[in-house]
């Protein structure tokens, strides 16, 4: 199934592109009987709306009528990744150094300099970039040094401060 999202992904960079837009995701996956195409866009100046998505979808239907990546009937959902956004490309923690975020680990790290006692795959906090191969990432008084490799999954985290600017 893996090679259907690669394939669709290709064709969705272009689609989002071709309307100024930037791919963040997509995933194939049922949903209750019925097979589910979701793509997630977003634009660096002010965010995604309704038209974007609508243009997005539009030129990706037609690419994917033609290319036919996927056999089986399915319903296409372009939107914009949301407050809680994925971080899938190493660009993306340099772009959102700033921002809250919660990455998962495939495996325990443990902070330089501390005990086994805190090794975990779970982390939450103000990301402040990347440093070489690893993403950078305060909580509290504590800078990890995350591999960008072992990043199973990361996502910006819900900031109630930025309501109040």
């Not at 539009?58 to 994925?86: C, K, Q």
């Not at 805190?118 to 402040?128: D, Q, T």
């Not at 993403?135 to 930025?162: M, Q």
Request: contains cysteine; glycine residues 10%; hydrophobic residues 40%.
């Amino acid at each position: 199934m893996s090679g259907i999202v690669e394939r669709v992904a290709e064709l969705a960079v272009s689609a989002a592109e071709a309307e100024g837009c930037e791919l963040v995701d997509a995933e194939y996956l049922k949903e209750g009987g019925d097979w589910i195409l979701r793509v997630y866009v977003d634009r660096a100046e002010g965010g995604v709306g309704l038209a974007h998505c609508a243009a997005v979808s539009d030129r990706l239907e037609g690419l994917l009528d033609v290319h036919d990546p996927i056999s089986t009937p399915y319903r296409l959902e372009v939107s914009s990744p949301g407050l809680t956004r994925p971080l899938k490309k190493k660009e993306h923690f340099h772009q959102f150094a700033g921002k809250l975020a919660v990455i998962k680990t495939f495996r325990p790290l443990v902070l330089e300099g501390a005990g086994k006692e805190m090794a975990r795959k779970r982390f939450s906090g103000m990301l402040e970039g990347m440093e070489e191969d690893k993403v950078l990432l305060r909580e509290g008084e504590a800078l990890w040094r995350i591999p960008f490799d072992l990043i199973s999954k990361a996502n910006l985290d819900f900031d109630p401060r930025e309501n109040d600017r």
